[in-house]
């Protein structure tokens, strides 16, 4: 299967992943045929990029979690939130029912934890797919994963990976109470606008800590993780070790899930070129040894990316070398600008080829 972006997506073409909501409900299976009509109903649901079928890469991507558990994170998480908007307007018996949903997320996290803190050399691969209609969801989910993968790189303990995996879910909690308008509008944000953008670290933070029972350092990360470590950032415009650890973390995967997230005003970048963003901005924007320990957690080529080498040739990523990312097994599809008999390329023993650059169609 390969990940590629709508506009490059053909009539004919095998959905290989479903296209699933924020309920977590089914809206186009896996296996579908994907006509003209359902390539615009798919743009018109939200969803800018999809995964689909390749003769000439025939098995599995594998994400680092069950797509059923990702789908049920992202189902839980919303009815949490959703919960929680009018949560001044409401009496005793939903404040209950409201700490019921937060066990019920805790215990979604606490399991995606205990799975992953076994897979200590685990590597994201997979660009999860989401609707730019309903992406904050999605886009909190993923940067709880990797955020977790980043704990783990960093050696924390299983305790830490707790608060650090529920501060990330809920890091963008605030945006609850700003208005749509304003999160949503394609155009450049006005002073007074980027001001209540600003606002969401600080409600965010009051909403965990007044309403929830969350750890300390669980909520802290919903008010820093737009803080850098040169300083410039907001609430409180705080420096490198007066940042927690937690929102450190969590800022360099917010950034990246938001840059590789398709949205309304722009198109998602590919992941190589995320990934050179978060280690331009070491020292600067993020922790410089978090930004080291992100570049071996994070594959710049994730399985199914279609690629040009510096040969010439066009192939598809095959598989990876966990040694160095930058050079897996490529099987080659085209040479000299003509179809061949697929055969693999090693660029760890092939070192005079180099990626040069990702594409989406082979012709």
């Given at each position: 299967?390969?990940?590629?972006?709508?506009?490059?997506?053909?009539?004919?073409?095998?959905?290989?992943?479903?296209?699933?909501?924020?309920?977590?409900?089914?809206?186009?299976n896996?296996?579908?045929?994907?006509?003209?009509?359902l390539?615009?109903?798919?743009?018109?649901?939200?969803?800018?990029?999809?995964?689909?079928?390749?003769?000439?890469?025939?098995?599995?991507?594998?994400?680092v979690?069950?797509?059923?558990?990702?789908?049920?994170?992202?189902?839980?998480?919303?009815?949490?939130?959703?919960?929680s908007?009018?949560?001044?307007?409401?009496?005793?018996?939903?404040?209950?029912?409201?700490?019921?949903?937060?066990?019920?997320?805790?215990s979604?996290?606490?399991?995606?934890?205990?799975?992953?803190?076994?897979?200590?050399?685990?590597?994201?691969?997979?660009?999860?797919?989401?609707?730019?209609?309903d992406?904050?969801?999605?886009?909190?989910?993923?940067v709880?994963l990797?955020?977790?993968?980043?704990?783990?790189g960093?050696?924390?303990?299983?305790?830490?990976?707790?608060?650090?995996?529920?501060?990330?879910?809920?890091?963008?909690?605030g945006?609850?109470?700003?208005?749509?308008?304003?999160?949503?509008?394609?155009?450049?944000?006005?002073?007074?606008?980027?001001?209540?953008?600003?606002?969401?670290?600080?409600?965010?933070?009051?909403f965990?800590?007044?309403?929830?029972?969350?750890?300390?350092?669980?909520?802290?990360?919903?008010?820093?993780?737009?803080?850098r470590?040169?300083?410039?950032?907001?609430?409180?415009?705080?420096?490198?070790?007066?940042i927690?650890?937690?929102?450190?973390?969590?800022?360099?995967?917010?950034?990246?899930?938001a840059?590789?997230?398709?949205?309304?005003y722009?198109?998602?970048?590919?992941?190589?070129?995320?990934?050179?963003?978060?280690?331009?901005?070491?020292?600067?924007?993020?922790?410089?040894?978090?930004?080291?320990i992100?570049?071996?957690?994070?594959?710049?080529?994730?399985?199914?990316?279609?690629?040009?080498?510096?040969?010439?040739m066009?192939?598809?990523?095959?598989?990876?070398?966990n040694?160095?990312?930058?050079?897996?097994?490529?099987?080659?599809?085209?040479?000299?600008?003509?179809?061949?008999?697929?055969?693999?390329?090693?660029?760890?023993?092939?070192?005079?080829?180099?990626?040069?650059?990702?594409?989406?169609?082979?012709?």
């Open positions: 299967m390969r990940y590629i972006p709508i506009q490059y997506v053909k009539a004919d073409s095998i959905l290989a992943k479903p296209i699933v909501n924020s309920n977590g409900h089914i809206l186009l896996q296996g579908a045929k994907l006509t003209d009509g390539i615009r109903k798919i743009k018109e649901m939200g969803f800018y990029s999809v995964y689909i079928k390749d003769e000439n890469f025939d098995f599995e991507v594998e994400d979690i069950k797509t059923e558990v990702r789908q049920r994170t992202r189902a839980s998480l919303k009815n949490l939130l959703d919960s908007i009018n949560i001044k307007k409401i009496g005793n018996g939903e404040i209950k029912s409201l700490q019921k949903k937060q066990e019920e997320v805790e979604m996290v606490k399991g995606i934890v205990d799975e992953l803190f076994t897979q200590k050399d685990i590597v994201m691969n997979v660009v999860d797919i989401k609707s730019v209609d992406y904050t969801y999605g886009h909190c989910v993923n709880m990797l955020a977790v993968i980043l704990g783990i960093a050696n924390l303990n299983k305790s830490q990976l707790y608060d650090l995996a529920t501060g990330a879910l809920l890091h963008d909690v945006k609850l109470f700003i208005p749509k308008e304003i999160l949503l509008k394609p155009e450049k944000l006005s002073i007074d606008e980027y001001k209540q953008i600003q606002e969401h670290v600080s409600k965010g933070y009051e965990l800590k007044n309403h929830t029972d969350l750890s300390a350092v669980a909520r802290i990360i919903s008010l820093q993780h737009h803080e470590v040169d300083g410039r950032g907001y609430p409180y415009q705080l420096k490198a070790e007066e927690h650890i937690f929102s450190k973390i969590t800022t360099i995967t917010d950034v990246y899930d840059l590789t997230s398709d949205r309304y722009r198109s998602a970048l590919p992941v190589k070129e995320a990934i050179e963003y978060i280690l331009g901005g070491g020292g600067q924007w993020f922790d410089p040894t978090l930004t080291e992100f570049n071996r957690k994070v594959n710049p080529y994730p399985l199914g990316t279609l690629v040009k080498l510096s040969s010439g066009v192939g598809v990523v095959e598989s990876i070398n040694d160095n990312f930058q050079r897996p097994v490529i099987r080659v599809v085209k040479e000299q600008g003509r179809m061949v008999i697929p055969w693999l390329c090693d660029l760890f023993k092939e070192r005079n080829i180099v990626i040069e650059e990702i594409i989406y169609q082979v012709s």
